[in-house]
C-alpha cells in the first residue's frame, strides 16, 4: 500500500501545454542525452540523470544512472541507494524540463519549495556492481505563469527498476521564499554532533545536525560545501539539505535505522540559513513530523514515514 508521501502526490487534469501556451518542441529521438553542464551541475560526477525524452504536452520518460560508489551511499559490497537520489534526479529532471520545454532562457531557474517521496517497501534496487540503471515515468502539472513568466509548476517522477515501481517522489518549484526575519544568532562553540550512524548517514561529513548546551538540536552542517547537500556553499539551506535534516532528526530521536524510511516530507515557507536554525521531533502513528525553526519563526515543516519495528 501506497505510503502518506505517495498519497498526497495530485496531478493537473488538462494538458498544461496546450492550457498554458508552451511551445511544442520537435518530437526527439530516443533517450536524448542529456549534459551536467545543461543541469547545472558543479562536476560530472554529480550526473544521475542520462536521457530525457518528451512523450506528450506533459509527460516524459527518462533513463538515470546511479553509481553504487555515490557519496550518500553506504560503503558495502551490495547496497541499497539512499532515498535522496531519488529526490536529487527528480530535481535534475525538472531542471531539464524547465530549461528545455517550459520556459527556454527564463533565468533564474525556480527552484524546489515542496518535497514528497514515498518509497514501496521491500522493492529497493541492491547493487553489488558499478552503477544500477532506473526507469523513470515524469508527469509534469500544477504550472503557473503571471505576465507571462513561469511562477511554479510539479514534478512527479516514478521510478522502475527491472520493470518494478520501487519510488514515487513529488517536487513543487517556484521561486525561493523571500520573507526575512531577524538574524538567526550563530551556534555557540559548545555542540555535539551525533555519529554519522546515529543519524542514518554513511560519514561524518554527511552528518546535518548538532546538540546545543541545553539539549535541541540545530542544524550545522560538518561539511558547508557538501557536494550534494550543499552545492557550491548556498546562502541558504536547498530543500534538499532541509529534508535530510528533518530525516536525520527523526532517525536519532526515534532509535531506529535508515532502512526503516518508507516516505519524506517537507515543505519550504521561509528562507533558511545555513546554521542554525532548531530541529523539533513530534512522534505520530506513521513515524514523525518535523519542524524547522529560524529566528523563532516557523520556516520549515516535515515529516518521515517510518516502517513498523
Not at 226 to 245: M, T
Amino acid at each position: 500500500m501506497l505510503d502518506r508521501a505517495v498519497h498526497e502526490v495530485a496531478l493537473a487534469g488538462e494538458p498544461v501545454a496546450a492550457a498554458h501556451g508552451i511551445p511544442q518542441e520537435q518530437h526527439e529521438g530516443p533517450g536524448e542525452p542529456l549534459t551536467w553542464r545543461g543541469l547545472r551541475l558543479e562536476t560530472m560526477a554529480c550526473m544521475l540523470v542520462m536521457t530525457l525524452r518528451r512523450l506528450g504536452d506533459r509527460f516524459f520518460e527518462a533513463q538515470c544512472q546511479w553509481p553504487r560508489l555515490h557519496p550518500l551511499n553506504e560503503r558495502a559490497t551490495a547496497v541499497s541507494h539512499h532515498p535522496l537520489i531519488v529526490v536529487e534526479s527528480t530535481r535534475q529532471l525538472a531542471t531539464a524540463v524547465q530549461s528545455r520545454h517550459l520556459r527556454p532562457g527564463q533565468e533564474p531557474l525556480l527552484e524546489a519549495v515542496s518535497v514528497n517521496l514515498g518509497l514501496y517497501a521491500g522493492t529497493q534496487p541492491v547493487e553489488s556492481g558499478s552503477a544500477t540503471r532506473v526507469s523513470v515515468r515524469v508527469m509534469l502539472s500544477d504550472l503557473a505563469l503571471r505576465a507571462g513568466t513561469l511562477t511554479s509548476f510539479r514534478v512527479t517522477a516514478e521510478y522502475l527498476h527491472a520493470e518494478q515501481l520501487f519510488a514515487t517522489c513529488a517536487i513543487r518549484f517556484a521561486s525561493a521564499p523571500t520573507e526575512t526575519g531577524p538574524p538567526v544568532p550563530a551556534p555557540g562553540s559548545a555542540l555535539l554532533h551525533p555519529a554519522a550512524a546515529a543519524v542514518g548517514a554513511v560519514s561524518e561529513p554527511d552528518v546535518l545536525l548538532a546538540r546545543g548546551p541545553q539539549g535541541r538540536l540545530v542544524i550545522v552542517p560538518r561539511d558547508p560545501a557538501h557536494p550534494v547537500l550543499l552545492p557550491g556553499r548556498p546562502a541558504g539551506l536547498p530543500a534538499l539539505a532541509v529534508l535530510e535534516a528533518g530525516r536525520q532528526a527523526v532517525l536519532l530521536s526515534s532509535g531506529m535505522t535508515a532502512r526503516a524510511v518508507a516516505g519524506l516530507y517537507v515543505d519550504l515557507r521561509s528562507p533558511l540559513p545555513v546554521r542554525g536554525a532548531a530541529v523539533d521531533v513530534v512522534p505520530d502513528h506513521m513515524g514523525a513530523r518535523f519542524v524547522v525553526t529560524a529566528a523563532g519563526q516557523v520556516a520549515a515543516t516535515g515529516a518521515v514515514t517510518l516502517l513498523g519495528p
